[in-house]
């Protein structure tokens, strides 16, 4: 294979350019607009600021209270602390009609003509227009902001000229092409044809500037706010120093009573009065990225990286079979891999590379044979000749990107060193000196690779000695007489053993599985024919006793029952010294270092280290473990397009970032500062991959452990199980004197010979739960659910009292209530809704007197405004919901009856449908009950008729005051 089309990554830009880059956490530049004297005070910034915070005031928005405000700091413009913050303190909050964003757009005279353009587009002609008009309400916001950045896009050819040969250089230049083009299409199909709405003139500097906005200060994924700018809060500055992104800023409702959402800024940190008030950008963006987004790098090594682009050639005789092995691995025909200065290769780099290199005498495990293991056998090298080939052609990409440099490593450091550089020429060395010293890093790993190339021990050596086919002494033979041994069929190995074993040759061990106990049709996977040998040498399964086998199934990899179950037969038992769970983590070298980690966690990062390690004892567990399940935390953004607007892609997107938060905090307390413990590099993907596992595979109800149970696990789910419980802990086979527990699995029904055996995995769970957790999902209706949520807002006047209560009964200011379709609505979301609703006319039932009685009391109707507030809200919230789907009940019920979808676009629809019906079910059950008001019996009527105050025809009995007679 020709050298080019086994690597292209050195030409090609950086990626697919992103026009707004779409964070969680998205965050704001250190900007300089103004020039400021020296002398000039934080509590005096420039008049156009002043007038700003004027307005701000004015508006309500801020006050002499509010902890920050502008002042003039280092960076130029920042938010100084007037008082002592505390950490996770709230600095300030901005309503949403003070955002500018998509809606704000289309709410404005240009809405209409805006709607089928990029969310970015629409947003920055919005700003161009306004900054034109003299009588824009935003005008004191646009005052203040600058006409340019130091972001590299706004750098001059002879500034670019420092960065040749540079990443940054090809995605800059990138960026400004991709700008023209759209400028060039808006000019066309929006401002010509309609200038009476753009009456000023709006230029290609105009559109790059609004660009240049954008892409240093707009947030963007914030629940469910795709782009915004938020005035004020885009003054806060950057901290290298603040070492997380967590709780910065959030978005929340006003409550129950108000609909409008705030932005709140939080301080990550305790600051000083009088201090600036600092936020963390974003941990993993590069030196290149932070000087294309905000105009600024950082000294940090960790910021210096190099994305190597690395793909499969159409050329290759074997394209598609290289092509289908990437995808089912999550990567395709073009991967990319960020390698960052003082940490490992990612993980997928060199399987990827050694599938791209694969060709001559290794191709027959591109064969449909291997294709369940290959991405296996791939962590590890293949052959001399393949190594050779991707050391060799590495290296010789790195010498060719370092000779496009216009300085070598020693000439930046010089220029480092001398500190008379100006602000833009000290970014290009800081970022070209990274990237150098980055493909340095890259080209003395292969180097050392390519000197070790004699000492390593290749597949089929290996696979020799997983398939217990030849003995320690054996290990030298001849590759070709290693491949034909692993290769012949199992009959033909046993009877060339026995003829082996009488002339003293090869030496086999014999093993207590009996091939025809794994015989399948497709043949079942090397792995795992391996693993259920291993099971039987543990003592775990026999052929005589086992009840079971491994077979090919519709849901992949199933257990088959090898005779007729009984129901309520154990089925299975395995020790607990086969269980991966805390205290395996615990007695593992690692132990001490996980202590304080969530069970999950440790659990996770035990079996991402496990899995990297070639001499693993778990090693014949984990291969058998997929790469990745259908479960949605590993669906492309294309897929996840699928479940718009539905709680499962809430709660998919906040998983993602659950876990990418907890896995930073793993990387710098554990993995970095112990990188003795984890030679091999545990990325962000492992760690996804491990949770995948746990989340999917993992059982919990075991006197409160969480365990991964090998075998166990094999077995799949079926909706036609009724009952949970399938597992019990008991004595290990000696009884009382045994201190080894048995993970023990009935079945609870009766299984024929050759039927698939199956429990139950959750009956609680929503088809949401279902596709989170395990990739699939069930037609019955009963797993339809959708999560309504509902605050108490901080500006009610009753407040404290309501969340009292609310917490006196297990809820908080923020209560969550599954509606489900054939449960109907909680009844405790009728008593929360109507203590939320209280008004002045109800107050009363929030004295103490009726504190131990009021939750009873909300069981019922209060009052008939406070019924329809509460029916009000629900509606409400029902509708805002539904209109946030991208498809309608008819269209999705159409696609289904349809019958050709593909696995997960089935998983989408069946979930957005079932949130859909559950939503019109609850918005159709208060309709009605809206309409019935009038007929229901309200607090005080039934109070009267407690205390015998109504009358038999139902009047309520007052006596006259002048009729009572006197004493």
């Known amino acids: 294979m020709a050298m080019v089309s086994l690597l292209s990554f050195f030409p090609s830009p950086t990626k697919t350019f992103n026009p707004i880059t779409t964070k969680l956490l998205r965050t704001f530049p250190s900007l300089r607009p103004f020039s400021v004297s020296p002398l000039q005070s934080a509590a005096q910034p420039p008049p156009a600021v002043q007038e700003f915070w004027s307005w701000l005031r004015a508006e309500g928005i801020v006050s002499d209270k509010t902890p920050a405000r502008p002042g003039v700091v280092q960076e130029g413009l920042g938010l100084v602390a007037q008082r002592d913050i505390g950490r996770n303190e709230v600095v300030l909050e901005v309503p949403k009609r003070f955002w500018i964003n998509p809606d704000a757009v289309a709410a404005s005279e240009i809405g209409s003509v805006c709607s089928g353009l990029k969310p970015w587009i629409g947003v920055a002609l919005f700003l161009i227009r306004e900054k034109k008009r003299g009588d824009s309400k935003w005008r004191v916001y646009l005052d203040i902001l600058p006409g340019a950045t130091d972001s590299t896009i706004f750098w001059s050819e002879e500034e670019l000229a420092e960065l040749q040969g540079t990443q940054l250089l090809r995605t800059t230049l990138g960026v400004k092409e991709y700008v023209k083009g759209e400028f060039e299409k808006v000019q066309e199909e929006i401002l010509l044809p309609h200038k009476q709405l753009f009456p000023s003139s709006i230029t290609f500097e105009d559109f790059f500037w609004a660009f240049g906005i954008l892409r240093s200060r707009a947030f963007s994924r914030l629940r469910g706010q795709n782009l915004v700018l938020i005035p004020l809060a885009d003054l806060i500055n950057h901290s290298s120093s603040i070492t997380t992104e967590d709780f910065a800023y959030e978005i929340k409702g006003g409550g129950l009573f108000s609909r409008e959402l705030l932005f709140s800024l939080r301080s990550p940190i305790s600051v000083k009065a009088g201090e600036q008030v600092l936020i963390q950008y974003d941990l993993n963006k590069s030196n290149a990225e932070l000087a294309l987004d905000y105009g600024f790098i950082e000294s940090n090594p960790d910021r210096n990286s190099y994305t190597l682009t690395l793909e499969i050639s159409e050329s290759d005789p074997f394209f598609d079979d290289k092509l289908d092995i990437a995808e089912l691995n999550g990567l395709g025909e073009t991967a990319y891999f960020d390698i960052t200065l003082g940490r490992p290769l990612p993980p997928t780099m060199l399987p990827f590379l050694r599938l791209v290199a694969l060709?001559?005498?290794?191709?027959?495990?591109?064969?449909?044979?291997?294709?369940?293991?290959?991405?296996?056998?791939?962590?590890?090298?293949?052959?001399?000749?393949?190594?050779?080939?991707?050391?060799?052609?590495?290296?010789?990409?790195?010498?060719?990107?370092?000779?496009?440099?216009?300085?070598?490593?020693?000439?930046?450091?010089?220029l480092q060193k001398s500190g008379n550089l100006g602000p833009r020429t000290e970014i290009a060395v800081g970022v070209r000196w990274g990237e150098k010293k980055v493909l340095q890093q890259i080209d003395d790993v292969f180097k050392n690779k390519a000197a070790e190339l004699d000492e390593v021990e290749y597949y089929q050596e290996r696979r020799l000695r997983e398939l217990g086919l030849v003995g320690e002494q054996e290990l030298g033979r001849t590759n070709q007489e290693a491949s034909f041994m692993t290769f012949l069929s199992p009959r033909t190995r046993q009877a060339l053993h026995h003829k082996k074993k009488r002339r003293g040759g090869l030496l086999l061990v014999t093993s207590s599985v009996s091939w025809d106990f794994l015989d399948s049709d497709p043949p079942l996977p090397p792995a795992v024919q391996t693993f259920w040998k291993w099971m039987a040498d543990e003592g775990v399964i026999s052929p005589s006793t086992c009840p079971l086998k491994p077979s090919f199934v519709p849901e992949g990899l199933g257990l088959v029952a090898r005779r007729d179950i009984a129901e309520g037969e154990f089925i299975l038992k395995v020790p607990r010294r086969l269980w991966i769970n805390p205290d395996t983590v615990a007695a593992s070298e690692i132990g001490y270092l996980c202590a304080n980690l969530k069970p999950w966690a440790q659990v996770a990062l035990f079996l991402a280290r496990e899995r990297l390690r070639p001499s693993s004892s778990w090693r014949f567990y984990i291969d058998i473990l997929p790469q990745k399940t259908n479960s949605t935390i590993y669906w492309s953004e294309e897929e996840l397009a699928e479940i718009k607007g539905t709680l499962l892609l809430r709660m998919t997107q906040e998983m993602k970032d659950y876990l990418k938060s907890e896995f930073s905090k793993i990387e710098q307390e554990i993995i970095r500062p112990h990188e003795e413990l984890f030679p091999s590099s545990i990325s962000l993907d492992d760690f996804y991959w491990a949770f995948g596992m746990i989340r999917s595979r993992a059982f919990s109800r075991l006197s409160g452990q969480l365990a991964m149970l090998p075998l166990v696990d094999f077995i799949n789910h079926s909706s036609k199980i009724t009952e949970e419980d399938n597992a019990e802990e008991m004595n290990g086979p000696a009884g009382l004197f045994s201190f080894d527990l048995l993970f023990c699995l009935k079945s609870t029904v009766a299984v024929k010979e050759g039927e698939q055996v199956f429990i139950q995995y959750g009956l609680k769970k929503s088809n949401a739960d279902l596709a989170l957790y395990y990739g699939f999902v069930e037609p019955n209706s009963g797993r339809d659910a959708y999560t309504l949520t509902f605050s108490i807002p901080e500006s009610d006047p009753f407040f404290r009292d309501k969340v009292g209560i609310a917490k006196a009964n297990d809820h908080d200011e923020t209560a969550y209530f599954d509606v489900s379709m054939d449960g109907g609505i909680p009844p405790e979301m009728l008593q929360y809704l109507r203590i939320s609703a209280i008004q002045q006319s109800d107050a009363f039932l929030l004295e103490p007197t009726f504190k131990s009685t009021i939750w009873a009391v909300v069981k019922l109707p209060l009052s008939r405004s406070n019924e329809e507030i509460v029916c009000g809200m629900v509606l409400d919230a029902c509708k805002s919901a539904l209109s946030g789907y991208h498809t309608t009940i008819e269209e999705d019920e159409k696609l289904l009856e349809g019958g050709n979808l593909q696995e997960k676009h089935e998983i989408a629809v069946r979930v957005r449908l079932g949130e859909k019906r559950v939503l019109q079910q609850i918005e159709r059950d208060f309709k009605e009950r809206r309409l019935t008001l009038d007929e229901l019996e309200y607090y005080h009527e039934r109070r009267f008729k407690e205390l015998g105050l109504v009358r038999e025809s139902g009047e309520i009995y007052c006596q006259p005051k002048d009729s009572i007679p006197s004493a």
């Open 359 to 414: 060709g001559g005498t290794d191709a027959f495990l591109l064969e449909s044979l291997f294709r369940n293991s290959i991405w296996d056998h791939l962590q590890l090298p293949l052959s001399r000749a393949n190594e050779e080939l991707i050391c060799r052609v590495v290296r010789d990409a790195c010498k060719s990107a370092l000779s496009g440099y216009i300085t070598t490593i020693e000439e930046d450091e010089e």
